[in-house]
């Protein structure tokens, strides 16, 4: 009884769930994120901080001034922890779309991101990351409605980002 234990264990043990690694390369992403990737290496974005309220039109294109999470003043807390207290977090306020649909949110570097609308964090519909890319790091997709909303971001290894939203 004990062996026939122990050969249980190993098998539990061996035929565990593997830890899933980040594709590698820009052309690793679901979608194209090419309009997104030279817009995000680009030198001419304009520079927001957080608390800021952004205008349309779509798409648009910001670098983020953060704050250390502690200090961020989030309006709703991120759905996921940061894995680090040192990391930078904020938001931008957004006007209602100027029509309901997905919208897609990119981000330049490591980061969450929370989109916040009638006071509730959405659930994002999709999901794109891959690492080696200079200048996009993930893209997610979100569906709005045509009231205003938040973007929270967390987790984020450095004081600011870069971000581009569009309409999917």
């Not at 050969?7 to 390369?25: K, M, N, S």
Request: glycine share 8%; with cysteine; net charge positive.
């Amino acid at each position: 009884m004990k062996s026939a234990l122990a050969v249980a264990l190993a098998l539990g043990i061996t035929a565990g769930p593997c830890l899933a690694q980040e594709p590698v390369g820009c052309d690793k992403f679901k979608w194209p994120l090419d309009k997104e990737r030279a817009t995000l290496t680009g030198t001419d974005l304009p520079k927001l901080k957080s608390g800021d309220r952004v205008i349309w039109p779509m798409p648009w294109a910001t670098i983020i001034a953060l704050l250390p999470f502690a200090q961020a003043q989030l309006p709703v807390a991120p759905e996921r922890a940061p894995k680090s207290a040192s990391s930078f977090a904020g938001y931008l306020e957004v006007p209602a779309p100027p029509s309901p649909g997905t919208y897609t949110i990119t981000l330049s570097s490591d980061g969450w991101i929370d989109v916040i609308q009638r006071g509730r964090a959405l659930k994002a519909v999709a999901f794109t990351g891959a690492t080696g890319c200079d200048g996009v790091r993930k893209s997610v997709q979100f569906d709005l409605d045509r009231q205003p909303f938040n973007i929270e971001l967390s987790g984020v290894p450095a004081d600011s980002i870069g971000i581009v939203v569009n309409r999917k």
